[in-house]
């Protein structure tokens, strides 16, 4: 029965009821006709973006390997870091491991190898749309509040991880439950036996802007194909604030919790019920399912490939 009422489960009951009642109040008729006007040639430059943005995510992902003294041939390296990336979802999380044991030659020079990379990449990735999220914000000026809040989460999250000195009051809090007594403990070992410095992580922050800033277009280039005239600056907002709460939320890549706050903000913006659902769906298709396909399918050709 607790397991039922948690907090993860009644914040999205909550979510989907508030998002069965905004999707009432268009008009569906309107908003099929919208669907059925799309400009595919919008939906082509959203492709081309999905396309482009695991590109970008091999600039952090070859610091963090340039930092760790790591050399792989351009084409294995280029494949390893899909596979990792397109891993990055539970249960095939544990592939990221798998993965990262073709370098396992260098794991006997630094403790906690596998997990510092695994961690320092999600670590940085996490923070990089915290800051997006509250940059954007500032643009539109719009949900300013909400950002700052996140990018406190993200300070919090990030003051355990190590980013900065771990701080009293994190530890007097992490005191009071076991479950966060083993994760800070385990997280202060890796720290101390990590081979990446605080200065590296906010490379790496830096390094995934590009790649964030690309797959906030998608959301773009999709309402673009549907008629909808919202913002770059909104677009990229919408994604990098929902993929924060996705984050937070600690579901494999925020789903259900991250298309739920898209759809709230695009329904907040004024686009239509289904076109809101529609632009999720065909995000979601871009930016998870293909990829996670392509991670798969490079992992299982590095495999045969020993």
């Avoid at 009642?21 to 959203?46: D, G, M, T, V």
């Avoid at 792989?72 to 990221?96: H, K, V």
């Avoid at 999600?122 to 914000?137: D, G, K, P």
């Avoid at 770059?232 to 937070?248: D, K, P």
């Amino acid at each position: 029965m607790r397991r039922i009422f948690n907090l993860n489960n009644v914040t999205l009951l909550i979510g989907l009821a508030l998002l069965i009642w905004l999707i009432s109040q268009y008009n569906f008729s309107a908003a099929i006709r919208q669907i059925e006007n799309a400009k595919p040639i919008f939906l082509i430059y959203a492709f081309i973006a999905f396309l482009v943005f695991p590109l970008l995510k091999f600039i952090p992902w070859y610091y963090v390997l340039h930092k760790l003294g790591i050399k792989l041939r351009r084409t294995i390296n280029l494949l390893t870091m899909y596979a990792f990336f397109g891993l990055a979802i539970i249960p095939a999380a544990a592939g990221q491991f798998v993965i990262l044991k073709d370098l396992e030659r260098f794991k006997k020079k630094y403790k906690y190898f596998s997990g510092n990379i695994i961690l320092s990449l999600t670590l940085s990735n996490f923070l990089s749309v915290s800051v997006m999220a509250l940059i954007t914000a500032v643009i539109v000026s719009k949900y300013v509040v909400y950002a700052i809040a996140v990018v406190a989460v993200a300070y919090a999250i990030a003051s355990i991880l190590g980013l900065r000195k771990t701080n009293d009051l994190m530890l007097e809090i992490s005191k009071k439950f076991r479950f966060l007594r083993r994760l800070v403990k385990y997280l202060e070992k890796m720290k101390s036996n990590s081979a990446l410095s605080q200065k590296d992580i906010l490379y790496e922050v830096l390094a995934f802007f590009p790649t964030i800033v690309v797959e906030g277009s998608l959301i773009f280039f999709i309402l673009l194909a549907f008629n909808q005239n919202i913002s770059f600056a909104m677009s990229l907002f919408i994604f990098s604030f929902s993929a924060v709460i996705g984050f937070i939320s600690m579901i494999p890549f925020g789903i259900g919790s991250m298309d739920a706050v898209a759809i709230t903000l695009l329904l907040a913006n004024g686009v239509p019920g289904i076109i809101s659902i529609s632009t999720v769906v065909i995000f979601r298709i871009l930016n998870t399912i293909l990829p996670t396909g392509t991670g798969y399918g490079i992992f299982a050709f590095l495999k045969d490939r020993k």
